[in-house]
């Protein structure tokens, strides 16, 4: 089974090294992916929510936290194992190195984007670090930042300013933002930039 159901929101059951051979497949296809990676709290947002709940439908969901592999243990339901997002951040990055793909990162501080775009340079050169942009900007700004996005056509869009924000500022832009995969990774370029 491709998909878990865990109090209605479907999950992708591919183990860690699956999920990244599928997702590369799928950037080297051209098809527009958005993934998710989603704990407890994102599950309980999807039942208050109906919006979110759609943006879920639509949208590769991977099991994020210990709390949804424990559920589907428990439901009968196939997930194997957690898939992280900063694991998949990396993982993606190594394939983007190979491959030389555009590489946009949004969100996090002006001190904590600039040093993590530095970091991820340098641990893996062969990607095209296309841009880059913190986190704290206006309403006004949004048009312009989707815009300089879908001019540096990325590759692979990572979006780190918290769940449910990113995820929704993802989907509220994926018909204009011109990348290929975006995922929301949350606190992953702190951790990143150490
Ligand atoms: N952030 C941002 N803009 C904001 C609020 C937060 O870019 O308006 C960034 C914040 O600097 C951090 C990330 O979003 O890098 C949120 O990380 P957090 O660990 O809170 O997210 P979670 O992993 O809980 O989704």
């Given at each position: 089974?491709?998909?878990?159901?865990?109090l209605g929101v479907s999950f992708a059951t591919r183990a860690f090294d699956d999920t990244v051979t599928h997702l590369v497949d799928r950037v080297r296809e051209g098809k527009w992916t958005h993934v998710v990676t989603?704990?407890?709290e994102i599950v309980m947002l999807a039942r208050k929510q109906s919006g979110f709940q759609t943006l879920l439908d639509q949208a590769y969901v991977v099991p994020d936290?210990?709390?949804i592999v424990y559920a589907a243990k428990w439901s009968g339901e196939p997930i194997r194992e957690r898939v992280t997002g900063v694991e998949l951040l990396e993982a993606l990055m190594a394939e983007a190195d190979k491959q030389q793909w555009n590489?946009?990162?949004l969100g996090a501080s002006p001190e904590v984007i600039s040093l993590a775009a530095e970091k991820l340079s340098q641990r893996f050169p062969g990607a095209r670090l296309v841009g880059y942009r913190d986190g704290y900007f206006q309403r006004d700004e949004e048009q312009a930042?989707?815009?300089e996005i879908a001019e540096k056509q990325p590759h692979l869009l990572f979006v780190a300013m918290g769940a449910p924000r990113q995820d929704e500022w993802i989907a509220?832009?994926?018909d204009q933002l011109n990348a290929t995969l975006?995922?929301?990774?949350?606190?992953s370029l702190d951790v990143i930039a150490g």
């Open positions: 089974k491709e998909v878990a159901n865990i989603a704990n407890p936290g210990i709390g590489v946009y990162l930042i989707v815009q509220a832009y994926r975006a995922m929301g990774v949350g606190g």
